[in-house]
């Protein structure tokens, strides 16, 4: 019986962690250090600091947790980019970024809170085959008792009678086996009924996914390609005060030093910040101090193993880093007019674009063929490519940043208006002040009225605000056939700027880089 007692007592001891769901110091609660010696290091290491920094919570999510997502732009730009082409129905869906990068944290939003009539399937284990696959899918959509592929085809028409499309979510797709990737287009036929795809399939993995989806042949099958890239310095600092404000930080816990510090180190890995700010506050609570600073930040990271193990990317981007300077094969919209050959009765002969006396709409039509269409001078057929175009710097921003999804937007528009060489609808997305410019580098617009079919692929695009713009970049194919029946393509990465003009998003900057082998309507060998 006193034994009993004894237990009883002792259970009723631990009450006082009752008091505050967080209470979990040990000099508040000497069960709870008690219970944290007993079960390892778990409380120890991450949850003494909460009461001592005055916060509710531990301010750094250890898993994927979307109600903790930080809105970094870039994220953003991400996410609403495979959202469209979730609900547009683009069939195949690629997202990379290196571990750590927010994968599957942006898989599982998706789970959670999916677009409008969409049903997702996430898949936990990618070593399957593509029978296995198909069997699964049946499962999630409650048939299990059918097996094939036409059985999961009635089954995604039946979900698509019923208003819903089904979305297959893959982590670590990199896994899956060569024969599954193959085959994964047969997935997403489209049904007899509709145009678009039965299922979309998202697969998100490591940049070796790349590899393995150009070796199955799909890269060219990929209706949006999206890459999840490490924080920004700045970032970086924007995401800890962010994290601690949720928390229920009242004042700064983390110094300048110590967040250019965690910056570094981690590279802008929002899963390595989070585990090195966390034993950041575990340092600085051992040592009573205020506010965490460099020397607890390097400390936390030369006794923690496991972070400096974790693989990282390989470069920091820098919030000021800037495009590289121009070359010889990439126009910017502020460059001087340059002439387009263009093909007459007689020998080609180079004349000047005589871009002040164009109206409206041949201007747009100009912005169609001259911008995207035309290479410089200088560009020689399988030259050395160009990294990335460059732009100059726009006048400052008169109105406040247009937003990652109006920036996709915009630069959506320009590719439907652009293959439908819908001219008004073009210039209706140029800004006022960036008229001037754009007909500055406008070429000779004849070459309009030999295309007979356009059509514009742009699998994947990249926002970032920078300075008084939004910079999207954005590689392009685009296939034409001209009125005689010959057919050209061309290839290469385009870079828009939009800002905000009389409160709307608006391109007021745009310049383009054609891969080698590329063959202009004018220019067929």
């Known amino acids: 019986m006193s034994h009993r007692r004894s237990r009883a007592a002792r259970g009723s001891a631990p009450r006082c962690a009752a008091r505050s769901q967080v209470d979990y110091s040990r000099a508040a609660c000497p069960a709870a250090r008690r219970r944290s010696r007993r079960r390892g290091n778990l409380l120890r290491t991450r949850t003494p600091y909460v009461e001592f920094f005055g916060l509710g919570e531990a301010p750094f999510p250890t898993t994927a947790d979307p109600g903790r997502v930080f809105p970094a732009p870039s994220y953003a730009a991400v996410r609403a980019a495979l959202m469209r082409g979730i609900t547009e129905r683009r069939g195949l869906l690629c997202l990379l970024g290196e571990p750590g990068t927010g994968k599957t944290l942006l898989l599982r939003e998706l ?30 959509l409650d048939r299990p008792a059918e097996t094939g592929l036409a059985a999961l085809r009635t ?4 979900e698509a009678d019923a208003g819903r499309s089904v979305v297959l979510l ?14 994964l287009p047969e997935l997403v036929l489209p049904l007899t009924s509709s145009a678009r795809s039965a299922v979309q399939v998202l697969l998100a993995g490591q940049p070796p996914l790349s590899t393995a989806l150009a070796a199955a042949g799909l890269l060219d099958r990929i209706g949006v390609l999206a890459h999840l890239r490490p924080l920004a310095r700045n970032e970086v600092a924007a995401y800890i005060h962010y994290q601690l404000a949720r928390a229920g930080a009242r004042r700064e816990l983390f110094t300048p030093g110590a967040v250019t510090t965690v910056a570094l180190l981690t590279r802008g890995v929002p899963r390595l910040v989070s585990a090195i700010a966390d034993a950041s506050l575990l340092m600085a609570f051992r040592a009573r101090a205020r506010a965490v600073t460099e020397q607890h930040v390097r400390a936390a990271w030369k006794r923690s193993s496991l972070l400096r193990a ?21 126009r910017a919209l502020h460059e001087p007019p340059r002439a387009l050959p263009t093909r007459t009765a007689g020998p080609r002969e180079h004349r000047p674009a005589r871009a002040l006396a164009l109206s409206a709409g041949a201007l747009a039509a100009a912005l169609l063929l001259g911008i995207i269409l035309a290479r410089p001078p200088s560009w020689q057929r399988g030259g050395p490519s160009a990294a990335t175009p460059a732009l100059p710097q726009p006048e400052p921003a008169r109105e406040p940043l247009p937003s990652a ?23 209706r997305l140029l800004a006022v002040d960036a008229a001037a410019r754009l007909a500055a580098v406008a070429p000779d617009v004849r070459a309009l009225d030999r295309l ?12 970032e605000p920078r300075g008084p713009a939004v910079e999207v970049r954005a590689p392009f194919v685009i296939r034409y056939r001209d009125l005689e029946g010959h057919t050209g393509e061309l290839r290469g990465t385009a870079v828009w700027q939009v800002a905000r003009r009389d409160g709307a998003a608006r391109i007021v900057g745009l310049a383009r880089e054609l891969a080698p082998g590329s063959a202009l309507p004018d220019d067929r060998s």
């Open 405 to 427: 999804a109006e920036a996709l937007d915009v630069v959506d528009a320009f590719r439907r208006a652009y293959e439908a060489r819908d001219t008004e609808a073009l210039e």
């Open 111 to 140: 789970l959670e809170a999916p677009p409008p009539g969409v049903r997702p399937v996430m898949l936990l284990k990618p070593r399957i085959d593509f029978e296995e696959l198909i069997e699964f899918l049946l499962r999630q």
């Open 155 to 158: 089954a995604l028409a039946a």
């Open 170 to 183: 893959v982590d670590e797709a990199e896994a899956l086996p060569s024969g599954t990737l193959a085959a």
């Open 452 to 463: 007979a079919e356009v059509a514009y692929v742009q699998p994947a695009a990249e926002v």
């Open 310 to 330: 974790t693989p990282a990317p390989r470069a920091l981007r820098e919030e000021s880093m800037a495009l590289p300077p121009p070359t010889s094969r990439t």
